[in-house]
């Protein structure tokens, strides 16, 4: 049974990423999951490999979805990232986006989206790249 959470999840990560294919990005993964973490979105935009963190969350919520990427989310994405371009062998200036969507308060309607693009940065976690 899926919940209405991971309806909505699933929902902002098939939005997200259709936004991003009309940008011009070339989806290279998604939902990528390692021991390390797991990536919402892996996506080139021109020199850059774009880790995209998808956030969503109810327009009467009291907290923007961004906040809910924390310091901890933010070295777990950071070291699977590092994993990712090692398997892969990509070269590509890695850079973390955080997608954020806001649902109607009753419904999955989307009212307000927002790509934050270099988000954060690996001073989660010294050293990786």
Not at 17 to 23: A, D, G, H, R, S
Not at 40 to 56: L, N, P, Q, T
Not at 98 to 123: C, M, P, S
Request: proline letters at 2%.
């Amino acid at each position: 049974m899926i919940t209405e959470i991971r309806r909505r999840g699933d929902m902002g990560e098939d939005f997200a990423t259709e936004y991003l294919e009309k940008q011009g990005y070339e989806i290279l993964a998604r939902n990528y999951n390692t021991r390390l973490g797991e990536i919402d979105i892996i996506a080139k935009d021109g020199r850059y490999i774009a880790f995209v963190e998808v956030k969503s969350r109810a327009e009467d919520c009291l907290y923007a979805p961004r906040e809910a990427v924390t310091r901890s989310k933010q070295r777990k994405i950071c070291k699977a990232a590092m994993l990712y371009k090692l398997e892969k062998g990509l070269n590509g200036q890695p850079r973390f986006d955080v997608f954020e969507i806001i649902y109607g308060k009753n419904d999955l309607e989307i009212k307000k989206f927002t790509h934050i693009k270099n988000a954060f940065g690996t001073e989660a976690v010294h050293g990786f790249f």
